[in-house]
């Protein structure tokens, strides 16, 4: 089957800079779109920023929109999410996850790595 693993969390000083990534596993990997979202304590799971298959075509949310950067890497068959300028409300689970439609919501991602932490403090 196949299987999405985050690495790069970890504490963040506010205005600093962290480099998420995931790699994908598995006899058999297509994924057309690949995402980011992030859940806070107490917090419903948002959408952060999706990337489609060439990597030439992103979507981010308002919130990180100038901060953030997403990529993927095929020949490596992993996703990046650079995040710049880091303000303490980044802080959160971030999980990578997979889709065969385009969309932001996180229904249509059939496939979820398990998460990892990023804080940022002030």
């Known amino acids: 089957q196949v299987q999405l693993v985050e690495s790069g969390g970890g504490w963040g000083q506010a205005g600093g800079s962290l480099r998420l990534a995931c790699a994908a596993s598995g006899r058999t990997f297509r994924s057309e779109v690949m995402g980011w979202f992030r859940q806070a304590p107490g917090k419903e799971r948002e959408f952060v920023a999706v990337?489609?298959?060439?990597?030439?075509?992103?979507y981010y949310a308002n919130s990180v929109k100038g901060r953030f950067t997403i990529s993927r890497d095929n020949a490596k068959n992993t996703e990046y999410l650079q995040m710049n300028s880091l303000k303490p409300e980044d802080t959160a689970v971030y999980y990578c996850?997979?889709?065969?439609?385009?969309?932001?919501?996180?229904?249509?991602?059939?496939?979820w790595g398990q998460g990892t932490q990023v804080t940022v403090s002030p």
């Open positions: 990337v489609g298959w060439s990597g030439s075509s992103t």
């Open positions: 996850a997979a889709a065969r439609v385009w969309s932001q919501r996180s229904s249509d991602f059939g496939f």
